[in-house]
């Protein structure tokens, strides 16, 4: 029984982890091939090492199963953030058919602006107006 | 009922076709930040081969050995991104490269012409 649990993880883990690679070597972009090896990776490496413990079936090797299953999961997230935004921030190529969606945001925006403008136009023309008045009673 | 010799030969195998296109990713990427990504996953599937080793030869030490490369790959992970990050010097392709080269040649050209 504990046979077949085994090798059905260690079969899966051994598929996502080629599928990792294969979307490594087959996407576009470096943003987009981070996808593929980041989680692909990280999962199949997980349900390797947990059919690896199974198969043990003893603490000590339970333990140093579960601390690699956790060092991956905090570490692949920090490691690929920090390639995302180097990656970024030097302006690296991306794929010619990646949208950028900074049109919502600049709409927004605007409204927010214009909306602002028009409470900040209120005291000008009070401030005008005032002057206004100012100059009529020195008259 | 599955054998289990079948089925870690298998995971051997695709994990290893997984290393393989890390590698040639790693050979081919045309930017620093696809070789950093590709060695990331070269690291994380050695620790998958390390742990199938420990099912096959049927000796748990070798885990100890995919928890040690997961530490050292994660530092050089992300010493490698910072020094993609920090060294803007650094070309970011060969077309890159090559007008870097072209900047400094023409540098040297009107240092000696000064």
Redesign the interface.
């Known amino acids: 029984m504990s046979?077949?649990i085994?090798?059905?993880l260690?079969?899966l883990?051994?598929?996502f982890?080629?599928?990792?690679?294969?979307g490594?070597?087959r996407l576009p972009d470096?943003l987009i091939?981070?996808h593929a090896?980041?989680k692909a990776?990280?999962l199949?490496?997980g349900l390797?090492?947990l059919?690896?413990s199974v198969?043990?079936a003893?603490s000590?090797?339970l333990t140093?199963?579960i601390?690699?299953i956790v060092?991956?999961f905090l570490?692949?997230p920090?490691?690929?953030h920090?390639?995302a935004?180097?990656?970024y921030?030097?302006?690296?190529?991306l794929w010619e058919r990646t949208l950028m969606d900074d049109g919502a945001m600049k709409h927004s925006f605007s409204e927010a602006s214009n909306s602002e403008n028009s409470i900040a136009e209120k005291p000008a023309s009070e401030k005008i107006s005032g002057s206004d008045l100012d100059q009529t009673s020195d008259k | 009922?599955?054998?289990?010799e079948?089925?870690?030969n298998?995971?051997?195998?695709?994990?290893i076709?997984?290393?393989?296109?890390?590698c040639?990713?790693m050979f081919k990427g045309p930017?620093p930040?696809?070789r950093?990504?590709?060695l990331?996953?070269v690291t994380?599937?050695l620790?998958?081969v390390s742990?199938?080793l420990?099912?096959q030869l049927d000796n748990?030490a070798y885990?100890?050995l995919?928890?040690a490369l997961?530490?050292v790959g994660?530092l050089a992970?992300?010493g490698f991104?910072?020094y993609?990050?920090k060294n803007?010097q650094m070309p970011?392709?060969d077309a890159d490269l090559a007008r870097k080269q072209d900047d400094g040649k023409s540098d040297n050209a009107t240092r000696e012409r000064l």
């Open positions: 046979e077949s085994v090798s059905i260690i079969m883990g051994g598929g982890a080629a599928v990792a690679g294969l490594l070597l470096v091939r981070m090896s980041t990776g990280t199949g490496v390797i090492v059919g690896v198969h043990f003893s000590l090797v140093k199963a601390l690699i060092f991956l570490t692949a920090v490691g690929a920090l390639i935004r180097a990656a921030r030097r302006g690296i190529k | 009922m599955i054998n289990l079948f089925a870690v298998i995971a051997l195998g695709l994990t076709f997984g290393l393989t296109t890390g040639i990713r930017t930040a696809d950093i990504v590709a990331d996953l994380v599937l620790v998958a742990s199938l420990a099912l748990s885990l100890d995919g928890l997961a530490l994660f992970t992300v991104a910072r993609l990050e803007t970011l392709d």
